[in-house]
Protein backbone atom coordinates (compact mmCIF):
# COMPACT_ATOMS: atom_id res chain seq x y z
CA UNK A 1 0.00 0.00 0.00
CA UNK A 2 2.81 2.74 0.79
CA UNK A 3 4.32 1.89 -2.44
CA UNK A 4 1.49 2.38 -4.09
CA UNK A 5 0.55 5.70 -2.22
CA UNK A 6 4.43 6.59 -3.06
CA UNK A 7 3.94 6.04 -6.83
CA UNK A 8 0.77 7.58 -7.21
CA UNK A 9 2.78 10.93 -5.80
CA UNK A 10 5.15 10.12 -8.38
CA UNK A 11 2.56 10.52 -11.12
CA UNK A 12 0.41 12.99 -9.87
CA UNK A 13 3.67 15.15 -9.63
CA UNK A 14 5.01 14.41 -12.88
CA UNK A 15 1.24 15.74 -14.17
CA UNK A 16 1.38 18.70 -12.64
CA UNK A 17 3.90 20.58 -14.44
CA UNK A 18 2.30 23.05 -16.47
CA UNK A 19 4.33 23.69 -19.73
CA UNK A 20 2.81 26.93 -20.26
CA UNK A 21 3.86 28.27 -17.03
CA UNK A 22 7.41 27.28 -17.22
CA UNK A 23 8.25 27.15 -21.35
CA UNK A 24 8.12 28.83 -24.20
CA UNK A 25 7.62 26.69 -27.24
CA UNK A 26 10.92 26.01 -28.68
CA UNK A 27 13.80 23.84 -27.39
CA UNK A 28 16.92 24.89 -25.36
CA UNK A 29 20.43 23.05 -26.57
CA UNK A 30 22.75 23.56 -23.25
CA UNK A 31 26.04 22.40 -24.99
CA UNK A 32 28.91 21.57 -23.00
CA UNK A 33 32.57 20.19 -22.75
CA UNK A 34 32.70 17.27 -20.76
CA UNK A 35 36.39 15.93 -19.88
CA UNK A 36 38.33 13.94 -17.33
CA UNK A 37 40.63 10.64 -17.07
CA UNK A 38 40.17 7.01 -15.23
CA UNK A 39 39.93 8.97 -12.24
CA UNK A 40 38.30 12.47 -12.74
CA UNK A 41 35.18 14.05 -14.23
CA UNK A 42 34.84 17.76 -14.95
CA UNK A 43 32.11 19.84 -16.61
CA UNK A 44 32.29 24.00 -18.92
CA UNK A 45 29.53 25.21 -20.55
CA UNK A 46 30.03 26.10 -23.83
CA UNK A 47 26.82 28.38 -25.34
CA UNK A 48 23.14 27.90 -25.52
CA UNK A 49 21.47 28.20 -28.74
CA UNK A 50 17.72 27.39 -30.06
CA UNK A 51 17.07 24.42 -31.62
CA UNK A 52 13.46 25.52 -33.02
CA UNK A 53 10.10 24.28 -31.61
CA UNK A 54 9.83 21.96 -29.10
CA UNK A 55 9.64 18.51 -30.21
CA UNK A 56 8.84 16.27 -27.01
CA UNK A 57 5.97 15.49 -25.67
CA UNK A 58 4.30 18.69 -23.45
CA UNK A 59 2.87 16.55 -20.80
CA UNK A 60 5.37 13.77 -20.06
CA UNK A 61 8.12 16.42 -18.55
CA UNK A 62 9.28 14.17 -16.20
CA UNK A 63 11.39 10.82 -17.31
CA UNK A 64 9.81 7.98 -14.49
CA UNK A 65 12.11 5.13 -16.64
CA UNK A 66 15.41 6.85 -15.07
CA UNK A 67 17.12 4.97 -18.16
CA UNK A 68 20.65 5.83 -18.81
CA UNK A 69 24.06 6.31 -17.07
CA UNK A 70 23.95 9.69 -17.15
CA UNK A 71 20.65 11.83 -15.89
CA UNK A 72 19.62 15.19 -15.98
CA UNK A 73 17.35 17.63 -14.16
CA UNK A 74 16.03 20.97 -14.49
CA UNK A 75 14.99 23.12 -11.52
CA UNK A 76 12.86 26.14 -10.99
CA UNK A 77 14.98 27.52 -8.38
CA UNK A 78 11.62 29.33 -6.73
CA UNK A 79 9.81 26.59 -5.65
CA UNK A 80 12.32 23.73 -6.07
CA UNK A 81 10.34 21.77 -8.49
CA UNK A 82 11.71 19.36 -11.17
CA UNK A 83 10.60 21.09 -14.17
CA UNK A 84 12.02 18.93 -16.98
CA UNK A 85 14.13 15.46 -16.89
CA UNK A 86 15.47 13.02 -18.97
CA UNK A 87 17.99 10.35 -18.91
CA UNK A 88 20.87 9.84 -21.60
CA UNK A 89 23.95 8.25 -22.32
CA UNK A 90 27.35 9.79 -24.15
CA UNK A 91 30.92 8.66 -25.98
CA UNK A 92 32.31 10.19 -22.63
CA UNK A 93 30.63 7.50 -20.82
CA UNK A 94 31.89 4.79 -22.54
CA UNK A 95 35.62 6.30 -22.92
CA UNK A 96 36.10 6.76 -19.66
CA UNK A 97 36.20 2.65 -18.87
CA UNK A 98 39.05 2.28 -21.65
CA UNK A 99 42.46 1.98 -21.66
CA UNK A 100 43.09 5.50 -23.16
CA UNK A 101 41.45 7.30 -20.32
CA UNK A 102 44.26 5.48 -17.90
CA UNK A 103 46.67 7.17 -19.91
CA UNK A 104 45.37 10.20 -21.26
CA UNK A 105 42.81 12.87 -20.56
CA UNK A 106 39.94 12.92 -22.96
CA UNK A 107 37.41 16.08 -23.89
CA UNK A 108 34.14 15.70 -25.28
CA UNK A 109 31.67 17.84 -26.79
CA UNK A 110 27.94 17.28 -25.40
CA UNK A 111 24.60 18.66 -25.73
CA UNK A 112 21.60 18.42 -23.17
CA UNK A 113 17.98 19.72 -24.62
CA UNK A 114 15.02 20.69 -23.64
CA UNK A 115 12.20 23.29 -23.52
CA UNK A 116 13.09 26.57 -23.16
CA UNK A 117 12.58 27.89 -19.89
CA UNK A 118 10.99 31.22 -19.28
CA UNK A 119 13.09 32.27 -16.22
CA UNK A 120 16.49 31.36 -14.53
CA UNK A 121 16.48 27.28 -13.76
CA UNK A 122 19.09 25.00 -12.77
CA UNK A 123 20.40 22.24 -14.19
CA UNK A 124 21.50 19.23 -12.56
CA UNK A 125 23.68 16.72 -13.72
CA UNK A 126 23.87 12.92 -12.25
CA UNK A 127 25.70 9.89 -13.28
CA UNK A 128 25.57 6.63 -12.14
CA UNK A 129 27.38 4.89 -8.91
CA UNK A 130 28.84 1.45 -8.42
CA UNK A 131 25.37 0.90 -6.60
CA UNK A 132 23.83 2.17 -10.37
CA UNK A 133 22.15 4.63 -8.57
CA UNK A 134 22.68 8.56 -9.61
CA UNK A 135 25.24 10.73 -7.58
CA UNK A 136 25.01 14.55 -8.41
CA UNK A 137 28.18 14.86 -10.81
CA UNK A 138 27.66 18.73 -11.90
CA UNK A 139 24.89 22.00 -11.01
CA UNK A 140 24.92 24.88 -13.37
CA UNK A 141 22.61 28.48 -12.92
CA UNK A 142 21.42 29.23 -16.11
CA UNK A 143 20.79 32.43 -17.04
CA UNK A 144 18.56 32.97 -19.48
CA UNK A 145 19.42 36.59 -20.33
CA UNK A 146 23.17 35.61 -20.47
CA UNK A 147 25.44 36.48 -23.28
CA UNK A 148 26.12 33.15 -24.35
CA UNK A 149 22.63 32.18 -24.44
CA UNK A 150 21.97 32.90 -28.19
CA UNK A 151 17.73 32.57 -28.93
CA UNK A 152 17.85 33.29 -32.27
CA UNK A 153 15.11 31.64 -34.46
CA UNK A 154 16.87 28.55 -36.51
CA UNK A 155 16.92 29.17 -39.96
CA UNK A 156 17.40 26.18 -41.88
CA UNK A 157 19.84 25.95 -44.81
CA UNK A 158 19.96 22.05 -45.52
CA UNK A 159 17.65 20.63 -47.82
CA UNK A 160 15.18 18.67 -45.55
CA UNK A 161 12.76 15.82 -47.16
CA UNK A 162 9.59 13.90 -45.26
CA UNK A 163 9.84 9.92 -45.49
CA UNK A 164 6.71 9.62 -42.81
CA UNK A 165 4.58 12.61 -41.71
CA UNK A 166 2.05 11.96 -39.14
CA UNK A 167 1.09 14.64 -36.96
CA UNK A 168 2.64 17.37 -34.91
CA UNK A 169 5.88 16.91 -33.42
CA UNK A 170 4.60 17.10 -29.63
CA UNK A 171 2.38 13.75 -29.94
CA UNK A 172 5.07 12.15 -32.23
CA UNK A 173 8.26 10.56 -31.74
CA UNK A 174 10.28 12.52 -34.21
CA UNK A 175 13.52 11.11 -35.89
CA UNK A 176 15.77 12.89 -37.76
CA UNK A 177 18.23 10.72 -40.58
CA UNK A 178 21.20 12.24 -41.78
CA UNK A 179 23.42 10.81 -44.15
CA UNK A 180 27.22 10.57 -43.79
CA UNK A 181 29.46 9.66 -46.60
CA UNK A 182 26.94 10.74 -49.61
CA UNK A 183 28.53 12.60 -52.22
CA UNK A 184 26.23 15.47 -53.68
CA UNK A 185 25.39 12.82 -56.45
CA UNK A 186 24.51 10.32 -54.76
CA UNK A 187 21.55 12.26 -53.07
CA UNK A 188 18.83 10.32 -54.52
CA UNK A 189 20.21 6.96 -52.70
CA UNK A 190 20.37 8.52 -49.53
CA UNK A 191 16.35 9.27 -50.03
CA UNK A 192 16.08 5.26 -50.83
CA UNK A 193 18.24 4.25 -47.83
CA UNK A 194 16.14 6.57 -45.72
CA UNK A 195 12.93 5.32 -47.26
CA UNK A 196 14.29 1.55 -46.89
CA UNK A 197 15.35 2.66 -43.17
CA UNK A 198 12.01 3.72 -42.23
CA UNK A 199 10.09 1.05 -43.58
CA UNK A 200 12.35 -1.66 -41.86
CA UNK A 201 12.08 -0.17 -38.64
CA UNK A 202 8.90 0.47 -38.64
CA UNK A 203 7.97 -3.02 -39.87
CA UNK A 204 9.84 -4.29 -36.93
CA UNK A 205 7.15 -4.90 -33.53
CA UNK A 206 6.31 -3.16 -31.45
CA UNK A 207 7.09 0.04 -33.96
CA UNK A 208 4.78 -1.96 -36.03
CA UNK A 209 1.85 -1.85 -34.30
CA UNK A 210 2.17 1.87 -33.40
CA UNK A 211 3.73 3.10 -36.40
CA UNK A 212 1.50 6.17 -36.77
CA UNK A 213 2.96 7.57 -33.68
CA UNK A 214 6.47 8.83 -36.03
CA UNK A 215 7.33 11.23 -37.96
CA UNK A 216 10.66 10.25 -39.42
CA UNK A 217 12.42 13.50 -41.79
CA UNK A 218 15.41 13.26 -43.20
CA UNK A 219 18.31 16.07 -43.69
CA UNK A 220 20.84 15.88 -47.10
CA UNK A 221 24.53 16.53 -45.22
CA UNK A 222 26.54 15.70 -48.91
CA UNK A 223 30.24 14.45 -48.37
CA UNK A 224 33.15 15.45 -50.26
CA UNK A 225 33.75 11.93 -51.20
CA UNK A 226 31.54 8.50 -51.34
CA UNK A 227 31.95 6.48 -47.82
CA UNK A 228 33.48 6.51 -44.57
CA UNK A 229 36.53 6.23 -42.80
CA UNK A 230 38.26 2.74 -42.13
CA UNK A 231 41.40 3.59 -39.89
CA UNK A 232 41.70 -0.09 -39.75
CA UNK A 233 41.52 -1.21 -43.06
CA UNK A 234 44.01 1.26 -44.50
CA UNK A 235 40.70 3.64 -46.00
CA UNK A 236 41.14 6.83 -45.28
CA UNK A 237 38.28 9.55 -46.06
CA UNK A 238 36.63 13.12 -44.42
CA UNK A 239 33.29 13.11 -44.61
CA UNK A 240 30.50 15.66 -43.95
CA UNK A 241 29.69 14.89 -40.33
CA UNK A 242 32.91 12.87 -39.00
CA UNK A 243 32.00 9.61 -38.50
CA UNK A 244 34.63 7.45 -38.77
CA UNK A 245 35.00 3.32 -38.14
CA UNK A 246 37.56 2.41 -35.56
CA UNK A 247 36.05 4.07 -32.45
CA UNK A 248 38.27 2.79 -29.36
CA UNK A 249 40.21 1.18 -31.65
CA UNK A 250 37.21 -1.46 -32.33
CA UNK A 251 37.19 -2.25 -35.85
CA UNK A 252 33.17 -2.02 -36.74
CA UNK A 253 32.33 0.26 -34.01
CA UNK A 254 31.30 3.79 -36.13
CA UNK A 255 31.08 7.01 -34.27
CA UNK A 256 31.35 10.74 -35.08
CA UNK A 257 33.08 12.73 -32.66
CA UNK A 258 31.89 16.37 -34.02
CA UNK A 259 28.62 16.58 -31.88
CA UNK A 260 27.99 20.51 -32.51
CA UNK A 261 28.37 19.66 -36.73
CA UNK A 262 25.92 16.95 -36.08
CA UNK A 263 23.58 18.99 -33.79
CA UNK A 264 23.27 21.88 -36.34
CA UNK A 265 22.18 19.42 -38.81
CA UNK A 266 19.60 17.43 -36.79
CA UNK A 267 18.14 20.95 -35.62
CA UNK A 268 17.13 21.18 -39.10
CA UNK A 269 14.27 19.25 -38.03
CA UNK A 270 12.38 18.88 -35.39
CA UNK A 271 13.68 16.03 -33.39
CA UNK A 272 14.03 13.31 -30.62
CA UNK A 273 16.01 10.75 -31.65
CA UNK A 274 18.53 10.55 -34.57
CA UNK A 275 19.91 7.98 -37.38
CA UNK A 276 23.47 8.50 -39.05
CA UNK A 277 23.30 6.28 -42.18
CA UNK A 278 26.78 5.46 -43.62
CA UNK A 279 27.16 4.97 -47.47
CA UNK A 280 29.37 2.12 -46.95
CA UNK A 281 29.14 -1.81 -47.22
CA UNK A 282 31.24 -2.64 -44.51
CA UNK A 283 29.42 -4.07 -41.61
CA UNK A 284 29.37 -1.67 -39.01
CA UNK A 285 28.08 0.66 -36.43
CA UNK A 286 27.25 2.04 -33.20
CA UNK A 287 24.35 3.16 -30.74
CA UNK A 288 24.35 5.61 -28.08
CA UNK A 289 21.26 5.77 -25.84
CA UNK A 290 19.53 9.02 -26.94
CA UNK A 291 22.47 10.62 -29.04
CA UNK A 292 22.33 8.71 -32.51
CA UNK A 293 22.91 5.05 -33.98
CA UNK A 294 25.33 5.01 -36.87
CA UNK A 295 24.43 1.84 -39.31
CA UNK A 296 26.14 1.05 -42.48
CA UNK A 297 23.55 1.08 -45.10
CA UNK A 298 25.31 -1.35 -47.84
CA UNK A 299 25.36 -4.57 -45.87
CA UNK A 300 23.36 -7.97 -45.94
CA UNK A 301 22.94 -7.04 -42.26
CA UNK A 302 21.55 -3.76 -42.61
CA UNK A 303 18.44 -4.73 -41.71
CA UNK A 304 19.61 -6.20 -38.58
CA UNK A 305 22.14 -3.82 -37.39
CA UNK A 306 19.61 -0.72 -38.41
CA UNK A 307 17.24 -1.94 -35.43
CA UNK A 308 19.82 -3.22 -33.19
CA UNK A 309 21.33 0.16 -32.94
CA UNK A 310 18.47 1.99 -32.62
CA UNK A 311 17.20 -0.44 -29.39
CA UNK A 312 20.54 1.00 -28.28
CA UNK A 313 19.38 4.73 -28.86
CA UNK A 314 16.05 4.52 -28.64
CA UNK A 315 15.23 2.60 -25.06
CA UNK A 316 18.54 2.35 -23.76
CA UNK A 317 18.56 -1.71 -24.75
CA UNK A 318 21.57 -3.80 -23.42
CA UNK A 319 23.34 -5.91 -25.53
CA UNK A 320 22.33 -9.69 -24.86
CA UNK A 321 25.27 -11.30 -26.49
CA UNK A 322 27.78 -12.71 -24.70
CA UNK A 323 31.42 -13.91 -25.58
CA UNK A 324 31.52 -17.72 -24.81
CA UNK A 325 33.92 -18.76 -22.16
CA UNK A 326 34.79 -21.86 -21.03
CA UNK A 327 35.82 -20.70 -17.91
CA UNK A 328 34.15 -17.59 -15.64
CA UNK A 329 35.37 -16.73 -12.69
CA UNK A 330 32.60 -15.15 -10.56
CA UNK A 331 34.59 -12.97 -7.99
CA UNK A 332 32.12 -10.46 -6.73
CA UNK A 333 28.40 -9.78 -6.74
CA UNK A 334 27.04 -8.26 -9.89
CA UNK A 335 25.03 -5.07 -9.76
CA UNK A 336 21.82 -5.16 -11.18
CA UNK A 337 21.66 -3.20 -14.40
CA UNK A 338 19.86 -0.73 -15.17
CA UNK A 339 19.13 -1.36 -18.97
CA UNK A 340 15.00 -2.98 -18.52
CA UNK A 341 16.11 -6.34 -20.77
CA UNK A 342 18.84 -7.57 -18.72
CA UNK A 343 18.72 -8.83 -14.94
CA UNK A 344 21.08 -10.63 -12.48
CA UNK A 345 18.23 -11.67 -10.47
CA UNK A 346 16.77 -14.59 -11.81
CA UNK A 347 13.79 -14.58 -9.54
CA UNK A 348 10.15 -15.36 -10.47
CA UNK A 349 8.79 -13.06 -7.93
CA UNK A 350 10.94 -10.05 -8.48
CA UNK A 351 12.47 -10.61 -11.82
CA UNK A 352 12.04 -7.13 -13.65
CA UNK A 353 9.90 -9.01 -16.42
CA UNK A 354 7.92 -10.50 -14.12
CA UNK A 355 4.25 -9.79 -15.42
CA UNK A 356 5.70 -10.88 -18.92
CA UNK A 357 6.43 -14.51 -17.68
CA UNK A 358 5.02 -17.16 -19.23
CA UNK A 359 3.36 -19.35 -16.40
CA UNK A 360 5.08 -23.06 -15.66
CA UNK A 361 8.13 -22.16 -16.87
CA UNK A 362 11.07 -22.46 -14.64
CA UNK A 363 13.28 -19.92 -13.33
CA UNK A 364 16.69 -19.63 -14.68
CA UNK A 365 15.30 -21.20 -17.87
CA UNK A 366 17.14 -24.17 -19.16
CA UNK A 367 17.92 -23.77 -22.49
CA UNK A 368 20.36 -25.42 -25.03
CA UNK A 369 23.69 -23.53 -23.56
CA UNK A 370 26.18 -25.60 -23.90
CA UNK A 371 25.87 -26.35 -27.09
CA UNK A 372 25.44 -22.90 -28.49
CA UNK A 373 28.86 -22.07 -26.70
CA UNK A 374 30.77 -24.84 -28.52
CA UNK A 375 29.36 -23.70 -31.25
CA UNK A 376 29.93 -19.70 -30.85
CA UNK A 377 33.65 -20.72 -29.70
CA UNK A 378 34.31 -22.32 -32.95
CA UNK A 379 32.80 -19.25 -34.80
CA UNK A 380 34.72 -17.20 -32.52
CA UNK A 381 37.62 -19.07 -33.73
CA UNK A 382 37.25 -18.80 -37.62
CA UNK A 383 35.57 -14.90 -37.37
CA UNK A 384 39.39 -13.87 -35.93
CA UNK A 385 41.25 -15.91 -38.75
CA UNK A 386 39.26 -14.42 -41.26
CA UNK A 387 39.52 -11.10 -40.84
CA UNK A 388 43.07 -11.71 -39.37
CA UNK A 389 43.43 -12.55 -43.90
CA UNK A 390 41.70 -9.46 -44.76
CA UNK A 391 38.60 -11.97 -46.33
CA UNK A 392 36.56 -10.05 -48.80
CA UNK A 393 32.84 -8.57 -46.43
CA UNK A 394 31.27 -10.47 -49.50
CA UNK A 395 32.49 -14.04 -47.72
CA UNK A 396 32.48 -13.07 -44.53
CA UNK A 397 28.73 -12.16 -44.78
CA UNK A 398 27.99 -15.63 -46.31
CA UNK A 399 29.15 -16.96 -43.12
CA UNK A 400 27.29 -14.87 -40.74
CA UNK A 401 24.23 -15.84 -43.11
CA UNK A 402 24.86 -19.53 -42.22
CA UNK A 403 25.82 -18.36 -38.72
CA UNK A 404 22.23 -17.07 -38.20
CA UNK A 405 20.35 -20.35 -39.84
CA UNK A 406 22.34 -21.93 -37.11
CA UNK A 407 21.21 -19.59 -34.34
CA UNK A 408 17.70 -19.87 -35.51
CA UNK A 409 17.69 -23.76 -35.74
CA UNK A 410 18.42 -24.32 -32.52
CA UNK A 411 17.05 -21.30 -30.45
CA UNK A 412 13.79 -21.55 -32.22
CA UNK A 413 13.40 -25.11 -31.33
CA UNK A 414 14.20 -25.89 -27.80
CA UNK A 415 11.70 -27.09 -24.77
CA UNK A 416 11.42 -23.35 -23.60
CA UNK A 417 11.67 -21.31 -27.06
CA UNK A 418 8.58 -19.78 -26.60
CA UNK A 419 8.78 -18.73 -23.20
CA UNK A 420 9.14 -15.63 -21.35
CA UNK A 421 11.79 -16.68 -18.34
CA UNK A 422 15.39 -16.01 -17.57
CA UNK A 423 17.90 -17.75 -19.92
CA UNK A 424 21.15 -17.18 -18.78
CA UNK A 425 23.97 -15.13 -20.67
CA UNK A 426 23.75 -11.57 -21.56
CA UNK A 427 25.38 -8.26 -21.58
CA UNK A 428 28.56 -10.05 -21.96
CA UNK A 429 28.41 -12.21 -19.53
CA UNK A 430 28.61 -16.02 -19.91
CA UNK A 431 27.05 -16.34 -16.62
CA UNK A 432 25.48 -14.36 -13.62
CA UNK A 433 23.31 -12.03 -16.36
CA UNK A 434 20.23 -13.38 -18.28
CA UNK A 435 17.77 -12.22 -21.01
CA UNK A 436 13.89 -12.84 -21.43
CA UNK A 437 13.87 -15.10 -24.34
CA UNK A 438 16.18 -17.42 -25.95
CA UNK A 439 16.53 -15.21 -28.70
CA UNK A 440 16.35 -11.00 -29.95
CA UNK A 441 17.71 -8.87 -32.38
CA UNK A 442 20.16 -7.84 -28.98
CA UNK A 443 21.00 -11.62 -28.69
CA UNK A 444 21.85 -12.62 -32.23
CA UNK A 445 21.04 -11.28 -36.25
CA UNK A 446 17.89 -12.31 -35.31
CA UNK A 447 14.65 -10.37 -36.88
CA UNK A 448 12.49 -9.82 -33.53
CA UNK A 449 12.80 -8.44 -30.24
CA UNK A 450 12.69 -10.20 -27.21
CA UNK A 451 9.56 -9.46 -24.98
CA UNK A 452 11.54 -7.42 -22.24
CA UNK A 453 12.63 -5.40 -25.34
CA UNK A 454 9.52 -5.08 -26.57
CA UNK A 455 8.17 -3.56 -23.45
CA UNK A 456 10.89 -1.26 -23.35
CA UNK A 457 10.39 0.34 -26.26
CA UNK A 458 6.61 0.24 -25.57
CA UNK A 459 7.35 2.44 -22.69
CA UNK A 460 9.55 5.17 -24.26
CA UNK A 461 7.36 5.27 -27.09
CA UNK A 462 4.82 6.67 -24.50
CA UNK A 463 6.78 9.03 -22.79
CA UNK A 464 6.62 10.98 -26.22
CA UNK A 465 3.16 10.40 -27.65
CA UNK A 466 -0.12 11.47 -26.10
ZN1 LIG B 1 15.72 -8.47 -26.09
Known sequence: ????????????????????????????????????NANEEHFAFDEIVCDGIWAGSKTKLIDELRLGYYFFEIIDPESEEIIYSRGFASIYGEWETTRDAKENWGVYHESVRFPWPKKNVKLILYKRNLHNTFDIVWEYSINTEAYRVNPAEIKNFYNVFPVVENGDPEDMVDIVIL????????????HKDAEHYAEVLLSTEPFASRKDKFNIRAVETPSPNNGVNHPHQDIYKRSALSVSYGAFNSERYALAFDNKKIRN????????????????????????????????ADNAFYDYLFVHEFG???????????????????????????????????????IKWKELLTPGTPVPTPWEK?????????????RREMRKAKTPESIMEKFFIDKRKWDNELLGNMKYSGCVGAFEGAMYMSEGMYRSAPNCIMFTRYDKF?????????LVIDQYTK
Open 1 to 36: MILLIYLFAIITSANAINFEEFFLDKTMRFDYFHTG
Open 179 to 190: GEGYTKDEMDKF
Open 450 to 458: CPACERAIN
Open 312 to 350: HHFAGLADEYYTSATAYDMTSDIIEPWELNVTAHPDKET
Open 265 to 296: ATSAVPYDFTVILMNDSIYGGGGIYRLYITAA
Open 370 to 382: EKYDKYSIEIQKK
